[in-house]
């Protein structure tokens, strides 16, 4: 290990001086949350009376609680939906080499790289007829389908590396297949399953265009619809609109705190496969 | 077929670990094919089945209600041609992924070099730096929106440390609202870059660092030869997903001059939205999400094949 010399020190002032660059703008945004609208001094210069007035305001008029509720039913079902369907997929897709399911391994990857705006768009058409429109369960629906390949591409990668004997010896001792997924399997791919949770959460909780083109117009939006929306409605009272961003950040952020060492590892793992 | 005998798919590159076992394996131990139904179902429902009738109805004149439409053949292509928001919504959406692809890159693999070295604070600034990318980007946009305004942070910033000859209007300015969006998502997404390249040093062997440092290499030169050909896959990894974001990227320009100021910003997501959703133009909408996915193809596979190349060379 080499000494703590002052090539060291310098590298470590400037990668402090980098991380404050980044934190500027959450500075920026706490301090006028706090800062009362009839403060109108510069954005950057400490706020002297903070109020929390501002984030009741948000709170009552963004219908804020409501949006929160829909967020998190929405992206805890479509997550479930799509662990649990794409793990039990990827079982014959690894482990089968029959052309069918190499077949359907591919037509699944494909839609990696289909944009979906493609997608999105015709099927905003069918569940309009439907009748699902503007309720959570066509967003469930949507991203259960919608994060399938990727979710199927990280199980199959991983459980292909994986030995099949345990499964052989739960067979050939009498389980039955879905037995052998349940007890055998599953547990196997706990690893991959932590970190197909992280991304497909981060991704589902975060996503905008798609419920924005399904819910509008809807009493039951998602916190990112609600925001934008707010942000419309309160165009130029910063101080609120920053009161609102603050609290639809804040779940994330307490979670990211106290999961970041899973959270990272999923983010480098899971896409380095 | 779902009886097919069990075998594992091995690596042809890689010696196999083990002999192969020469008893043929029970038909029985091979999962039923129908574990795979229900996924496949949802695939087909949500992606499949409306992506080849999105490419249909490219070909029509179809308005998103009216069940009477027609076929149009390729004059929605043709009309591109002609439409200057088209070719500049093309243009932008190009330079935006590459711009960003660049910068978020060489940021990220700096950010990962100096939180990979012996600085104190190197944990500590590594969660720290990561957190921009978990949060919701609609909401960093509306941040920045307000940070980049004519009186907003930026510009006081600079105003109070003397540099108040850089102030600009930065999402007013049609020839800096592009730049803008960029400096937002590479603010975004630097240090989820930092994450990969970081996983990738920490897998370079240190014993080789320390050997080539006895031979008298020193950090630049130890940096293009030893840790350069080892980061082969996370680069790959990294520039494939900055570039496809970059080119899909609808958020931030949203959020921050919803296309303007003019059509300053306009990329193809956000043109096709409004042509879908503001214009009713359906069908020549879905036209262009399906230019939006030829060149999301074309560029994959050109990354793919060029960046492949590229690690098997390193290597």
Redesign the interface.
């Given at each position: 290990m080499k000494r703590y010399g002052r090539r060291t020190l310098a590298l470590e002032l400037a990668m402090i001086a980098a991380a404050l660059f980044v934190g500027f703008p959450v500075y920026v945004l706490v301090n006028l949350a706090v800062r009362p609208t009839s403060d109108t001094s510069s954005p950057i210069s400490p706020t002297t009376s903070p109020t929390l007035d501002n984030f009741t305001q948000a709170w009552q008029q963004g219908a804020l609680g409501g949006a929160l509720a829909n967020s998190l039913l929405v992206t805890v079902c479509s997550v479930v939906v799509v662990l649990a369907v794409s793990s039990l997929a990827a079982y014959p897709l690894a482990r089968i080499t029959a052309r069918w399911s190499r077949g359907t391994y591919l037509t699944i990857l494909l839609g990696l790289a289909l944009p979906f705006q493609l997608a999105s768009l015709p099927l905003y058409q069918t569940m309009r007829d439907l009748g699902l429109l503007g309720t959570p369960w066509a967003l469930v629906l949507f991203y259960a389908g919608l994060q399938v390949p990727f979710t199927v591409f990280l199980y199959v990668g991983f459980l292909r590396a994986l030995p099949g004997d345990f499964e052989d010896a739960a067979l050939i001792d009498g389980c039955t297949p879905l037995q052998s997924f349940r007890y055998v399997v599953l547990p196997m791919l706990k690893p991959i399953t932590v970190t197909a949770l992280v991304l497909n959460t981060v991704a589902v909780w975060n996503d905008f265009f798609t419920p924005l083109l399904y819910l509008s117009g809807s009493a039951q939006q998602t916190l990112p619809v609600a925001i934008a929306g707010f942000v419309g409605q309160y165009v130029t009272d910063w101080n609120l609109i920053f009161a609102a961003l603050v609290i639809s950040i804040l779940p994330v952020l307490l979670v990211y705190f106290l999961l970041q060492r899973s959270i990272i590892n999923g983010f480098a793992g899971g896409l380095k496969g | 077929?779902?009886l097919?005998p069990?075998?594992?798919?091995v690596d042809k590159d890689r010696p196999p670990v083990a002999a192969p076992d020469p008893r043929p394996?029970?038909a029985?131990?091979?999962?039923?094919?129908w574990?795979?139904?229900?996924?496949?179902l949802?695939?087909a429902?949500?992606?499949?089945v409306?992506?080849v009738?999105?490419?249909y109805?490219a070909f029509t004149d179809w308005d998103?209600l009216d069940p009477d439409f027609s076929f149009v053949g390729l004059d929605n292509f043709a009309a591109m041609l002609d439409d200057p928001d088209a070719k500049q919504a093309v243009w932008h959406t190009l330079l935006i992924a590459v711009a960003i692809t660049v910068v978020q890159n060489a940021v990220g693999l700096l950010?990962a070099l100096?939180?990979n070295?012996?600085?104190?604070?190197?944990n500590l600034?590594?969660?720290?730096?990561?957190?921009?990318?978990?949060?919701?980007?609609?909401?960093?946009a509306?941040?920045?929106r307000?940070?980049l305004g004519p009186?907003?942070?930026v510009n006081?910033?600079f105003?109070?440390v003397g540099l108040g000859g850089w102030r600009q209007d930065w999402l007013g300015d049609p020839e800096l609202a592009l730049w803008s969006v960029v400096g937002v998502t590479v603010?975004q997404y630097?240090?989820?870059s930092m994450?990969?390249f970081?996983?990738?040093l920490q897998s370079v062997p240190k014993e080789i660092h320390e050997a080539a440092s006895m031979d008298g290499a020193g950090p630049v030169r130890r940096f293009w030869s030893v840790t350069r050909p080892l980061l082969a896959?996370?680069l790959t990894?990294n520039l494939m997903?900055s570039i496809i974001g970059g080119?899909?990227l609808?958020?931030q320009v949203?959020?921050l001059t919803g296309g303007g100021p003019g059509h300053a910003t306009d990329t193809i997501?956000t043109l096709?939205?409004k042509d879908?959703?503001t214009l009713g133009e359906?069908g020549y909408?879905?036209a262009l999400?399906?230019v939006?996915?030829i060149i999301?193809?074309v560029v994959?596979a050109g990354q793919y094949a060029a960046l492949s190349r590229n690690e098997r060379a390193a290597s």
């Open positions: - | 077929m779902a097919a069990h075998k594992r798919l394996r029970p029985r131990t091979a999962p039923p094919w574990f795979a139904l229900p996924a496949m949802l695939f429902f949500v992606v499949l409306p992506s009738r999105g490419v109805y998103g950010l100096g939180v070295s012996a600085i104190k604070s190197r600034l590594r969660v720290f730096l990561f957190a921009p990318a978990v949060i919701t980007p609609i909401v960093t509306y941040l920045w307000n940070l009186d907003g942070a006081s910033l105003g109070a603010w630097a240090g989820y994450v990969i970081l996983a990738g896959p996370a990894i997903l080119i899909k609808f958020d949203y959020a997501s096709i939205y879908a959703f359906f909408s879905i999400a399906v939006l996915t999301v193809a994959s």
